[in-house]
């Protein structure tokens, strides 16, 4: 998977000013991409690396929102068209004890994780139209492989994120539209010595190789753990 060709795709990257959206916007872009990022704020559309090669549209929303997502790709559809694909790299991450985990505290961790993912798959499934696409969410060991003590909203929101791409692929097949899982260990984002897990250049080749076709793959969850485990 390293090497990928993304050059004429329409791709929207959510959290385009993140620290790993951020580098793949930039990355993509300079392939030949068209890119919507999607951000939730100034500040963040602050860090989008816009002209870089390749074209780049910041898009507000609030991917926890129905009306503001929907509203986004609304806005995607008017200036591209279409989209090609989607890679979700919006998430949260909070260790709790169970006994220490309130509802509301539960339910943000499902909404950011989870929910946000479903929203924004849905309404870019939408706009893929019978050309299909790709389609593809962060998930990560504890949803992959098993669930961590005093993890117990973010493993069930990354569980979650496993099935809600087996469910869309088996789904959407037929119209030409692949849904994956990238689950990551620690993301790596400098040269840190003896720090395990998995570079963030290798989590966008990853997600690359997926959009120029992924070999087949659908409805995969690929692990991507690096060095953690090693």
């Known amino acids: 998977m390293n090497h990928y060709d993304v050059s004429g795709k329409r791709i929207v990257v959510t959290g385009g000013g993140g620290?790993?959206?951020?580098?793949?916007?930039?990355?993509?872009?300079?392939?030949?991409a068209t890119i919507a990022a999607i951000v939730v704020s100034d500040e963040e559309a602050a860090r989008v690396p816009?002209?870089?090669?390749?074209?780049?549209?910041?898009?507000?929303?609030?991917?926890?929102?129905?009306?503001?997502?929907?509203?986004?790709?609304?806005?995607?559809?008017s200036l591209f068209g279409g989209i090609d694909a989607l890679v979700h790299t919006v998430g949260m991450w909070r260790a709790e004890p169970l006994l220490k985990t309130t509802h509301e505290s539960w339910n943000t961790l499902l909404t950011?994780?989870?929910?946000?993912?479903?929203?924004?798959?849905?309404?870019?499934?939408?706009?893929?139209?019978?050309?299909?696409?790709?389609?593809?969410?962060?998930?990560s060991g504890q949803g992959a492989d098993r669930g961590v003590a005093?993890?117990?909203?973010?493993?069930?929101?990354?569980?979650?994120?496993?099935r809600l791409v087996e469910s869309v692929a088996a789904e959407h097949s037929e119209r030409g539209i692949k849904a994956h899982a990238v689950a990551p260990s620690t993301i790596l984002f400098d040269d840190s010595e003896g720090v395990r897990g998995v570079r963030a250049d290798e989590i966008i080749r990853i997600c690359?190789?997926?959009?120029?076709?992924?070999?087949?793959?659908?409805?995969?969850?690929?692990?991507?753990?690096?060095?953690?485990?090693?």
Do not use: P, W
């Open 208 to 230: 690359g190789s997926l959009i120029d076709g992924g070999g087949g793959l659908n409805g995969a969850t690929l692990r991507a753990y690096g060095t953690a485990y090693t």
């Open 50 to 77: 816009v002209g870089e090669g390749g074209r780049v549209e910041v898009i507000r929303a609030a991917v926890t929102s129905e009306d503001s997502v929907a509203a986004a790709f609304r806005e995607i559809g």
């Open 112 to 139: 950011v994780n989870l929910g946000s993912a479903f929203l924004c798959f849905r309404e870019a499934a939408a706009l893929m139209g019978q050309k299909g696409g790709t389609l593809i969410a962060m998930a």
């Open 19 to 32: 620290r790993l959206g951020s580098r793949m916007v930039a990355s993509f872009a300079s392939r030949g």
């Open 150 to 162: 005093e993890q117990a909203a973010y493993s069930a929101a990354k569980a979650g994120i496993v």
